[in-house]
């Protein structure tokens, strides 16, 4: 499969990209690590004139904990959140997802701004993102600006970024003691996208009450979806065993997931409510190590 | 259309005018005529396009060949040295890694590039890390063993070669 002819940019700084997308308009399309878009292009699915390789732009990758915030630049792979020591040791859903995402020559590549940019709900990190109430920061033509994650999405292959906008940083706030947090997702193989996948992020006190929770939902909504009714269902109590099904159970009905190769409306429906159920277990479980 | 880049792969530089569209594994197979590296699916699913870029495992079917300028690549053909077979090759020979042999390039530069990361990966480790690489004869069981056939050989200190 041969894409169709392009224009080829290799800019050296975030001033020179963003003044390239702004002069070729609808035409141009950044580039990171391509892994969504080069496949697009093969299919002829995506025609851009104008492709802007952002990958080498200096200073967009790392994973650093400052001023309250973790911080993730736009350009980390998905393979240095697999290896980073600081995420195995504080935020183990970031090397649940990052282990869970295609394969390790994909993750070599792939960039969690790229996955979150694209803003498609098959991807996994914007229901971690969801879980872990990210902010992501981008840069366009005119200056800096953020986003909360609850407004990032806005529909298939719609993000809250405007064309010229590159995605510089990723904020979460930072895990204090007492937080936990898991994702898995229910794949047909390896690598492959989700049938279903649950992110929770939670943080408890000293006596088992649960003061924070976030749960973010991967591939059963046209959007990915935050399972609101869940979290507070939750929020400011002791999770019981009974209190974490009935929560899961809404998550099962507040998506709307639709039947394809990966199961049916049914199964999806689920396979979400158990994984909800485990996922919470597991967050809990890690949060308890951690108070 | 057309870009100048320079490549370095398996320790030539190849200089090329190229067209921005063209993917890198038919730069590899068909610019230069190394063929070792196969195309199996072109969706970057099946692995058997797998080279390194500066050290990484990477799916050349799906990278343009104007994102490796000024980059080093190796390709199977790269691997041996000095006549002398990779300990992954050797591997895959007495282990029985392959049938047919075409996912073959593809899960020895994998293996590479995990073998770097994980000089001693548990039988799970190595099946998650070739699963980006599919093999449609052999089962994996011989590819897992003649992985770890070639990580417990890497982990021997070197024999001083004979004068
Ligand atoms: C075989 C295969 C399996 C996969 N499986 C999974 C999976 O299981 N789960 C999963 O989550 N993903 C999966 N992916 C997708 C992969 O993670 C993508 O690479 C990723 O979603 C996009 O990241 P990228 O850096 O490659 O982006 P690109 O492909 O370069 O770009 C994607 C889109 O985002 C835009 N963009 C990229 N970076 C930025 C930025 N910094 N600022 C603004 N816009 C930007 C581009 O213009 C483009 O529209 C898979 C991909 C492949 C090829
Ligand atoms: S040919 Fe590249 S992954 Fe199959
Ligand atoms: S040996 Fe035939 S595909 Fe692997």
Redo the contacts with the bound molecule.
């Keep these: 499969m041969i894409p169709e002819s392009f224009n080829y940019h290799c800019p050296a700084t975030i001033e020179e990209a963003i003044a390239l997308a702004s002069d070729h308009g609808d035409e141009a ?12 292009m093969k299919l002829r699915f ?1 025609t ?1 004139a104008h492709v ?1 390789d ?2 080498r732009l200096e200073g ?1 990758s790392y994973i650093k904990e400052e001023d309250g915030l973790l911080k993730i630049g ?2 980390t ?2 393979a240095d959140l697999e290896y980073s020591e600081l995420l195995a040791k504080k935020y183990p859903i970031l090397i649940d ?1 990052a282990k ?4 390790p020559s ?2 070599n ?12 709900s ?5 229901a971690v993102m969801l879980a872990l109430r990210a902010t992501i920061v ?1 840069t366009g033509p005119e200056g800096t600006g953020q986003a909360s994650i609850d407004d990032f999405f806005h529909g298939f ?1 719609m993000t809250a ?1 405007g064309p010229q ?4 940083e990723i904020q979460i706030p930072v895990a204090g003691k007492g937080t936990g947090s898991a994702y898995h ?1 229910i ?1 047909r193989k390896a ?4 049938a279903s996948g649950v992110a929770v992020n939670l943080q408890i006190d000293g006596s088992g009450t649960c003061k924070e929770i976030g749960i973010g939902l ?1 591939n059963v909504n046209p959007v990915p979806l935050r399972a609101q009714r869940s979290e507070d269902h939750l929020k400011g109590k002791k999770l019981t065993g009974d209190l974490i099904l009935e929560a899961a159970k809404m998550a099962a009905e507040d998506c709307s997931p639709s039947a394809d190769l990966r199961g049916s409306e049914a199964y999806k429906r689920s396979i979400t409510r158990e994984l909800t159920v485990r996922m919470i277990n597991k967050a809990l479980e890690r949060a308890k190590a951690n108070l | 259309m057309k870009k100048q880049i320079t490549i370095t792969i398996n320790g030539e530089a190849f200089t090329r005018e190229v067209e921005s569209r063209l993917l890198l594994v038919h730069f590899i197979r068909d610019e230069l005529g190394l063929t070792g590296t196969h195309i199996g699916c072109d ?3 099946c692995g058997a396009c797998t080279i390194l870029i500066d050290g990484m495992s990477v ?1 050349s079917c ?1 990278t343009f060949a104007v994102q490796a300028d000024g980059c080093e690549i190796t390709t199977i053909e790269g691997v041996a040295q000095n006549g002398q077979f990779h300990a992954l090759q050797e591997g895959f020979k007495e282990e029985h890694g392959l049938q047919c042999g075409f996912c073959t390039p593809g899960m020895i530069m994998r293996s590479i590039d995990m073998l770097n990361k994980n000089t001693n990966p548990t039988e799970e480790e190595i099946r998650w890390g070739i699963s ?1 690489n599919l093999c449609r004869c052999t089962g994996y069981v011989n590819i897992v063993k003649a992985i770890q056939y070639a990580a417990k050989k890497m982990a021997e200190p070197q024999e001083t070669a004979e004068a």
Excluded: F
């Design positions: 399309k950044y580039m990171s690590g391509g892994h969504s878009l080069i496949p697009m995506a851009p802007i952002i990958s967009l736009g350009l792979t998905e997802v869970l995402i295609a394969d994909v993750r590549k792939a960039t969690l701004g790229g996955n979150l940019a694209h803003g498609d098959a991807n996994d990190q914007p981008a292959y970024l906008d590159i995605l510089t997702k794949e690598g492959d996208y989700a991967t | 969706t970057s699913n799916k799906t980006g």
